[in-house]
Structure formats: structure tokens, C-alpha cells
């Protein structure tokens, strides 16, 4: 069965360093999403993308935070300087279509100490 | 501001038992309601979602109940097992924009 790919599954940083996180959706997704999870907490989302283009990043905060999917597959998420306050569980998701069931994967832990 | 708030926190159910978990929303414009499941270590899964042109959908174990004019909402799960021990999501989205919004979270533990 197809699943979403991320990587790495953990990380330890510490504050003002830069981290990069990877997710490859399931073949022939177009929707893309990345979420932020904090412990204890339902996902909240960070950013939408639309094969490449971004539709909705309201809640991303792009003083540090940066996510791009050049073609229109697989993504990456930049957090640039890691704070504290990031350390959460970061979830990729993808779906067929807007309107269409998401599969999140794995997820990426990160710790910013 | 929580637009979807679900209760309780955590539940603890005897094996066999009926675990339910509620949740109610503020937007009228929420016209797709999933449930996901979540086990330690691994990604939300779509368990089970319904529309509101329905009360109600079953699915195995897993029912929804769903009442529109009270804006609420909620999972049983009948002949709770062990295996079903994990955290549960409600979420809400509205059609015309697929954002997921999610309520807190429900750890549920299913005791022998």
C-alpha cells in the first residue's frame, strides 16, 4: 500500500539553527500539506500546495518558516532560525485532490533545544 | 479561537465496553466531518467520516452520530478492544475549501 514518505523521523537542533524537513507523497497526489503538531494537540495546518503552487500558507509563519515543492512532488519544510517554541511533531499529508482524503505520514520529531 | 472542541481528553474503557468521544463546532459552513486515529509514533488515519445530510453512519465497530442543529458530533466504538487504544481526532472541513480543522484530541486506553 502506498504511504507518504518523510525524513528524517527525528531531529534534534538547537535554537537559531536551520532544519529542513522531507516529504514524498504518494504517487499521482497533487495536494500536499504540511502540519505542525505540538504535543497533546491536533494538527494544525502550516501550508497547502496545489501541485506546485502554494494555496493557502495563512498560518505559516514565513519570518523563519519556508516550504516549497519545485515539481510539483515532493516538498521540503525550512525552519530557519529553529526557536523553542518549534519543537513539535511536523506531518506531511497528501490527497488526490482538494476535496479528495488525506494520508498523512509518519511525521518528523523535532526538538529544539 | 477553537472552532471544533472535543471532549474528553483522554477516556479509559474496559474491553468490551462503549468508548464515546463528542464534539461540537462554531462554523456553519462545515459540511464534512472525519475522524482520524492516531497511534504513538505514527501519522493521523482516516477512521471514519460523515456528511450532514446523514444522522448517522456506521462503519464495523465505529459509528457517527451526527446532529445538525446542535452542531455536535461524536464516535462510539462498540465492543472496545485493546487494539483500539490510541488517540482520536474529530475535524471539520467545509467543501468549498478543504482546510481540516482539527479538535484536540481524545487518548483513549482500552483495559483488559
Known amino acids: 500500500e502506498a504511504e507518504v514518505a518523510q525524513s528524517p523521523r527525528y531531529k534534534i537542533t538547537e535554537k537559531s539553527q536551520a532544519v529542513a524537513f522531507w516529504c514524498d507523497p504518494i504517487?499521482?497526489?497533487?495536494?500536499l500539506y504540511w502540519y505542525r503538531q505540538i504535543l497533546g494537540q491536533g494538527p494544525e495546518l502550516l501550508v497547502q500546495?496545489?501541485?506546485?503552487?502554494?494555496?493557502?500558507d495563512s498560518q505559516l509563519p514565513k519570518d523563519r518558516f519556508s516550504a516549497e515543492r519545485l515539481k510539483g512532488v515532493d516538498s521540503t519544510l525550512k525552519i530557519q532560525p529553529a526557536e523553542l517554541g518549534d519543537s513539535a511533531m511536523y506531518l506531511c499529508?497528501?490527497?488526490?485532490?482538494?476535496?479528495?482524503?488525506?494520508?498523512f505520514g509518519p511525521g518528523t520529531r523535532l526538538l529544539v533545544l | 479561537q477553537q472552532q471544533v472542541k472535543q471532549s474528553p481528553q483522554s477516556l479509559i474503557v474496559q474491553k468490551g465496553g462503549i468508548s464515546i468521544i463528542n464534539c461540537a463546532y462554531e462554523n456553519t459552513a462545515f459540511d464534512y466531518f472525519p475522524w482520524y486515529q492516531q497511534f504513538p509514533g505514527k501519522g493521523p488515519a482516516l477512521l471514519i467520516a460523515?456528511?450532514?445530510?446523514?444522522s448517522e453512519k456506521k462503519e464495523g465497530r465505529f459509528t457517527i452520530s451526527f446532529n445538525k442543529s446542535a452542531k455536535q458530533f461524536s464516535l462510539h466504538i462498540m465492543d472496545s478492544q485493546p487494539g483500539d487504544s490510541a488517540t482520536y481526532f474529530c475535524?471539520?472541513?467545509?467543501?468549498?475549501?478543504?482546510?481540516?480543522?482539527f479538535g484536540i484530541g481524545t487518548k483513549l486506553q482500552v483495559i483488559p
Open positions: 460523515i456528511r450532514p445530510d446523514v
Open positions: 499529508a497528501s490527497s488526490l485532490g482538494e476535496k479528495e482524503t488525506q494520508y
Open positions: 500546495f496545489q501541485d506546485e503552487s502554494v494555496v493557502d
Open positions: 475535524a471539520a472541513s467545509s467543501q468549498g475549501y478543504q482546510k481540516v480543522t
Open positions: 504517487s499521482g497526489h497533487a495536494t
